[in-house]
Every structure is written in structure tokens, then in C-alpha cells.
């Protein structure tokens, strides 16, 4: 028997078995699809099941495969993402490819006959003009959940600070300071990630989720943005098809927001030597909150209590059943996105795709501040 129809027949006896099964489709297997095809897995529980996969790179098959096997998963492997969203075996997709790919697909799947609810990688496009095009191709399709991957909402000292800040016991928030000191960006396939053409821009490809973060503390959007950045130390001696990496690996960015408040950024990609990733301060007029990633560890204090009165506390979400590359907040993103497909598109996506577009909008901008050297206002990247 052919070795398709077999995997066929072992997805459709899977889904018979439980046919309140979710079934998965995931678009782009490399290292995040893979990543989000485990999360799935420690959900399997909770309804969710993987199907199929599609990706054109045949070792990323090969290794997808593997991890299915590895979890009793019979999926199909296509080579494409229109066969299979032709195929209807799924009711979901997560989409996992390199960044300039995502408007495409999106659109694709948008515009499909079948209804498929999607989970889309950050950043939703490289953009701002394609993810205008994806937010109107959407509203014909109401019907379609559609939530952007800025999982670090979910990261639990981040969450837990963002509950501090909501309950108002920092007052209103004025000042948010995010530093991430990190390793160099990861090896992808095709080396895409290396040029600002594909991914956006390190900027947009890593700090749209800052940049999220921002919006989340201050409760405002963003009117003007300013940057400095550099490549000082990372790729400058690789060659790719006679082309030299172009992507910054340290910048400070300045957001500042409708409501008086602002924001900034301290990126470096050559931090290695640091006990946390990311440290987030956030300022209100009656007190301050912290939240160090991955410490897990998350301080606030008021201003008439001075520093003895500064509370540490851990924060854990024992929900987590696997912590994976981003310290849970990835199967507590998949739990969240579940429970909306299950309401069948009653509850709306944690995040949205409005939120995808002013991410996307403020990189864009704070990319542009350092091309020009100059303020860039939010009007400006979007018109």
C-alpha cells in the first residue's frame, strides 16, 4: 500500500477515535513549527491533535516526521500549503515560515473555501502595507479566528507584572523600560534571517514583541518613535550568495504614546554573559514594577514605602506542561487559542490582528529613525 494512503487512513482512524479532536495543520516545520508541534503534543489532552504539515525543505520534513513518530502522530507531509489546506484534513493552521512568507500564506488561507482559524508567527508580515492587506482580506471572513504569535504575554513574570500594572496598584503607568542582552540569531534555513529583506529587520523580526509589551503597560497607542542602532559584532565576516548580513545586533529605541507615556528599548545580541534575558521596569506615578526573564522572578513597590517596602515574588503557572524554547509561554499561547477555536470563534483572539500591525508599525518606524537619523511618526510608516 502506498505510504500516503497509509498516513491518510491513520489520521482519519485518529480523528474517528475522538471527533472532538481539533486537528492541526502546521505550515513551516523548522525549528518554531517544530517547536509548535510539541507544544501541541503536551496538549493532546485538551483536544488539540497535529494532522498534517507542509514545508518545501525536505530535511525539515524528515525531522517533522521523526517528532510525530517519536508521539504516536500518523500525520501527512506536503510540500505545499495549498495542497494542504486542499487536503481538509485540518481545521487549524500554525504558520511557521520565514517572515517574508507570511503575507502570502495568510492571504491564501484567507481566501480559501474552507474555513481554517490560523495562529501565525510573530511578526504577522514584514509590512505595515501587507498587514493592512491581511486585516481587510480578514474582515470578509468573520467567521476565521486569526491570532499573531506574540507569545511573550504569556511568559509568566511578564504576565504576572502585566496583572500588577492592570490592577492599578502602580497608578498610571509613565515610563516602561524593556532590556533584552541575548545570544546572535539562531541559524534558519537559506540563512533568511540574516537580511533585513526577509525578516523585516531585527527591529521588527525580534523587538515586535517589545514593542507589544509597551502597548500592553502604558494602555495607549504609539505616536512617534526614535532608534539608534548598529551592526557592531554579529555576521559582518558571513557571505551568503556573495551578500553580507545587513541585520542590526544592538540598537535603544524610543516609543513615546498618545497618552504622554514612553517607552524604551535596550537591545544587544552579543550579551551572552547575562543572567537574564529580558528585564522589564515599569514606572507608574505610585509605584514601580519588575519582571526578569528567566529568573522568573518579579519585584514591585510603591513610592511612600520607599525600598523596604519592595515585594519579590516568583511567578509559575503550573498549567505549564511544557516549558519548551520560551519558558512556557508558548503552550499557554496554544492553550489560550484553543479555547477561543473551541467557542467556535465566540471569544476573540488574545491577540489580535490590529495589535500584529502596530508591533510590525513601531519596528518599521524605529528602523526607518535609524536610516534617516531622525523622529519617525507612527502616521508616517503607516501612510
Known amino acids: 500500500m502506498d505510504l500516503d494512503i497509509d498516513l491518510d487512513i491513520g489520521v482519519k ?26 507544544n501541541l503534543f503536551h496538549l493532546r489532552n485538551e483536544g488539540a491533535t497535529v494532522v498534517c504539515v507542509a514545508d518545501p525543505h525536505v530535511p525539515s520534513q524528515k525531522v517533522s516526521l521523526e517528532f510525530a ?50 495562529l501565525v508567527e510573530k511578526p504577522l508580515c514584514t509590512t505595515v502595507e501587507d498587514c493592512r492587506k491581511v486585516i481587510e482580506a480578514a474582515k470578509k471572513r468573520p467567521e476565521m479566528l486569526v491570532q499573531v504569535g506574540l507569545e511573550y504575554r504569556y511568559m509568566p513574570p511578564v504576565a504576572k ?60 497607542n504609539p505616536v512617534r ?7 557592531d559584532i554579529n555576521h559582518k565576516n558571513e557571505v551568503y550568495d556573495g551578500k553580507v548580513p545587513d541585520i542590526i545586533d544592538n540598537a535603544y529605541v524610543i516609543v513615546e504614546f498618545d497618552n504622554g507615556a514612553r517607552g524604551m528599548l535596550d537591545l544587544c545580541m552579543f550579551a551572552e554573559g547575562s543572567k537574564n534575558e529580558q528585564e522589564i521596569s515599569v514606572i507608574g506615578e505610585d509605584g514601580k514594577g519588575e519582571a526578569f526573564v528567566p529568573e522568573n522572578i518579579v519585584r514591585y513597590g510603591l513610592r511612600i514605602e520607599g525600598r523596604d517596602g519592595v515585594r519579590t515574588m516568583r511567578a509559575e503557572d503550573h498549567r505549564i506542561k511544557y516549558d519548551g524554547l520560551h519558558h512556557g509561554s508558548s503552550y499557554l499561547e496554544h492553550l489560550n487559542f484553543l479555547a477561543a477555536v473551541k467557542v467556535d470563534g465566540k471569544k476573540a483572539p488574545a491577540v489580535d490582528l ?24 507612527i502616521k508616517e510608516v503607516m501612510s
Not at 546572535?184 to 509589551?213: I, M, Y
Not at 518613535?225 to 551592526?231: C, E, L, N, T
Not at 490590529?354 to 511618526?377: C, H, N, P, W, Y
Request: charged share 20%; with cysteine.
Open 13 to 38: 482512524k485518529l480523528f474517528d477515535k475522538n471527533k472532538k479532536m481539533v486537528r492541526y495543520g502546521i505550515i513551516g516545520v523548522g525549528m518554531m513549527g517544530r517547536e509548535h508541534l510539541c
Open 69 to 118: 513518530d517519536s508521539f504516536g502522530w500518523p500525520i501527512k507531509v506536503f510540500s505545499g500549503h495549498k495542497e494542504m489546506l486542499d487536503s481538509g484534513l485540518c481545521d487549524v493552521v500554525v504558520i511557521a515560515t520565514p517572515n517574508m512568507t507570511h503575507y502570502q500564506i495568510l492571504m491564501d488561507v484567507i481566501n480559501h473555501p474552507k474555513t481554517h482559524h490560523v
Open 161 to 220: 507584572l502585566i496583572d500588577i500594572v492592570n490592577g492599578g496598584r502602580l497608578g498610571h503607568v509613565k515610563m516602561v523600560s524593556i532590556r533584552e542582552h541575548r545570544f546572535p540569531f539562531l541559524v534558519k534555513v537559506d540563512n533568511w534571517n540574516r537580511f533585513n529583506c526577509n525578516s523585516g529587520g531585527t527591529l521588527v523580526e525580534k523587538c515586535c514583541h517589545f514593542f507589544d509589551l509597551m502597548r500592553l503597560f502604558v494602555g495607549a
Open 225 to 231: 518613535v526614535m532608534a539608534s542602532g548598529a551592526i
Open 354 to 377: 490590529q495589535d500584529g500591525l502596530t508591533a510590525v508599525a513601531i519596528g518599521v518606524a524605529a528602523q526607518l529613525s535609524i536610516e534617516k537619523g531622525r523622529f519617525v511618526s
